[in-house]
Structure formats: C-alpha cells, structure tokens
C-alpha cells in the first residue's frame, strides 16, 4: 500500500504570496491532518480534514487553511505570507479503528513540504 | 491543554549500547504514538501504544496510562537509529482529537 504523499517537498516564497501545498493520504484513510514544524515551536497541530468538513482546529490565525476533496486528498493553503511562516509542513494520515474500549486514532505522516519564505 | 514532557532532550551513545526515553504527560490520554523523525524529516511511525506494552524487534515501548507516561526502549543500538524521537498525546472522543506533541528527544548514536 502507498504511503502518504506530499507535493511540493520543497518551496521558497516571498513574503505577502500565498502557497497551497498538497498532501495524498493512504488509500482508505477518510482523515488528514496538518501540522507545523519549526526549531522554536516544535510540531504544532494545524487542523484535521474527515469526509472533507474540518473537525478539528489549531491554534492558528485565519491565514491557513485547508479543505479535503472527495479522493480525501487534502490541501493547505497559507496566505499573505510571512517571514515565521518557513517551517517543515508535514500532513498525516490516519484511520479510525473501533477497539474494544473505543476508538483508535493512528497517524502516518508523509516526508513534508519544507517552505521558506524570504 | 494536555502538556507532555520528553527526556532526556538530547542523548549520545555508542553503537551497541541501551537506551530508555521517556514520555510523561499530564492528562489523561487514550491516544499515545512514538515517532522518529529521520534526518530528512520523515516522521516514522514506532508504536501506538495507548496503554501496555509492545515490543517490535530492538525496539519496545510500555506506557502506563494510569501514572501518565510512557517509555521507548531501544537495544543495542545502530547508527541508523540516529534521529529525533517524539511521543504524542490526546483524548480521542467522538472524532475530536488534537494530539499534542512533545519536544523529542534527540538521539546520536556514534559508531
């Protein structure tokens, strides 16, 4: 089975543009997930895409967001860039599995997009 | 939110040698994953291992949800198991779930 993939791996941009980076998850998996990663501020949780409504959100102003498509293939985009904003983006892909107790909740992550903004 | 406490921060061993990291956390969980993140800055999928213990090669893991931690063994190191290691954390309830992520523990294994 493939793994979750990403596209771009690698973007540079200058401040004020927008991006939109695009991330395929495993086949059968419904959820996608977003998060920032950057030396400061560690891995930070974006926001969750399930049967293409977002269920869960960050704590990240309203210059990202995101949607998800009926292939569940989800993209982020950020606009009105800036200088904080380069940072490792990495999407994660999971699946809900009912368990005895409940519900499990296991990610895969693709190999990033890594943006810089100057 | 659920705060989560990795040590220690940066380990240094030889090839060959044993290692425990730790994960502690502060609220209850029912969600918890080990990561490594390569020096590419792929982020591979260890364990989820919300409660118990599992093992997977040299590598095992155990968490106690009830005294909020969780540790990762690593055995007889390789060079290959260089890398950052994260543990993740949350409360998965009726499709709401943000995982909280700790700082990592950076590993170097030298030759």
């Known amino acids: 089975k493939a793994g979750v993939t990403q596209t771009p791996r690698y973007l540079i941009k200058t401040r004020g543009q927008q991006v939109t980076l695009s991330c395929s998850p495993i086949?059968?998996?419904?959820?996608v997930s977003w998060y920032q990663q950057t030396p400061g501020q560690g891995l930070q949780f974006l926001f969750e895409?399930?049967?293409?409504?977002?269920?869960n959100k960050g704590n990240f102003p309203g210059r990202f967001s995101g949607r998800q498509f009926s292939n569940s293939r989800s993209e982020m985009n950020v606009s009105t860039l800036e200088l904080g904003d380069s940072a490792l983006y990495l999407c994660a892909s999971s699946l809900f599995t009912p368990t005895g107790t409940g519900e499990s909740y296991e990610q895969y992550f693709g190999p990033g997009t890594r943006l810089t903004v100057t | 939110g659920i705060q989560v406490e990795q040590s220690p921060p940066d380990l240094i061993l030889q090839e060959g040698a044993n290692s425990t990291l730790r994960c502690n956390f502060s609220d209850s969980v029912n969600n918890l994953q080990w990561f490594h993140q390569n020096p590419w800055g792929q982020l591979i999928n260890l364990f989820y291992?919300?409660?118990g213990t599992k093992q997977n090669g040299r590598l095992s893991a155990t968490t106690v949800a009830t005294e909020r931690y969780s540790l990762l063994y690593i055995s007889s190191s390789q060079t290959t198991d260089s890398g950052v290691y994260f543990c993740?954390?949350?409360?998965?309830?009726?499709?709401?779930?943000?995982?909280?992520f700790g700082r990592g523990t950076s590993l170097i294994v030298h030759p």
């Open positions: 086949s059968g998996h419904r959820s």
């Open positions: 993740a954390v949350g409360y998965l309830s009726g499709g709401s779930y943000i995982p909280t």
């Open positions: 895409y399930f049967s293409e409504t977002q269920r």
């Open positions: 291992i919300p409660s």
